[in-house]
């Protein structure tokens, strides 16, 4: 790319023409859109800014932290991990390979729930008044903070069985919410780490706490609604994954199982003993898993399914199911 005889000065828009014409030819995805934003990242700008200094010349320091950025995309790392950054629910979250990327589908989940639990009369807690829900992988923690930011009066439970991940989660929520104690991150699998939870970990949630002893017969948290964006991946279809996820995403947030579904399977029997009646559980779910988890739910005693909602590319991507009888597993 540089000229080392000529000393070439190479600026800002020399550098996105050359470097998105690259990208191309190496089958990059949304080449122009790439190029500059690892050109705005190595030089510590806002993208916008690029626009306005285009013919700013980098100096050699910053030309060759562009090229070996451009060098690992050319590796098909994702460009968030070079970053460290991608957007959800109008957020920049921290990520790192130790989590899954959020993806825009996602937000679908999201949205969902607060159309579902903006009716708190409905969904509330009968003993606190508030809502108290879980996420059940967080990864970088996208869900939770997102549902944090809309849904004020809300407590949310949020594990990972990654301690890494939590680490990334637990930074977004500082680094991205007012209150970052409405949310509390607990290390282990699926609801598990809500079956007997330290106390410490919920003590100073008072009456907004769902863990309540000697309220029943089970120290479980209880939720008005759980909500969980799985590894829905199958085996095969994780072999045909592009580089940029197979090669780089952590494995263990996308693989379900042999058939995508395990996870699934998992959820479902457990997590009827986690939800105060008529609450919610709401599912992201991979293209063509409507049918299937949808006969899990109806095979599922004490869950009914309650909607199944599509995304934007018309893909049926959230499936809620409610919790109908009162028995106390
Ligand atoms: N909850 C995170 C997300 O939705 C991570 C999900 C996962 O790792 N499967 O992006």
Known sequence: MADEKT???WTILELIQWTTHYFQNKGIQSPRLTAELLLAYTLGVERISLYTHYDKPLNSRELAAFKENIQRRIRREPTQYITGKQEFWSMTFKVTPDVLIPRPETELLVETALRLFKQPAQTADPLSGSLTLADIGTGSGNIAIALAKELKNCVIYASDISEKALEVARYNAKNLLENPDQIIFLKGDLLQPFEKP?????????????YREGTGSSNKLKFNGILCNPPYISEKDYAGLAPEVGQYEPKIALLGGKDGLSYYRRLLSTSVGYLFTQGYLI??????????????????????LQEVVKDYAGIDRVVVARRVDDARP
């Open 283 to 304: 599912l992201e779910i991979g293209f063509g898993q409507k049918e299937a988890v949808q006969k899990m739910i109806e095979r599922t005693p004490g869950l009914t």
């Open 198 to 210: 330290d106390s410490s970990q919920v003590e100073g949630l008072g009456t907004r706490s769902p």
């Open 7 to 9: 000393k070439k000065q």
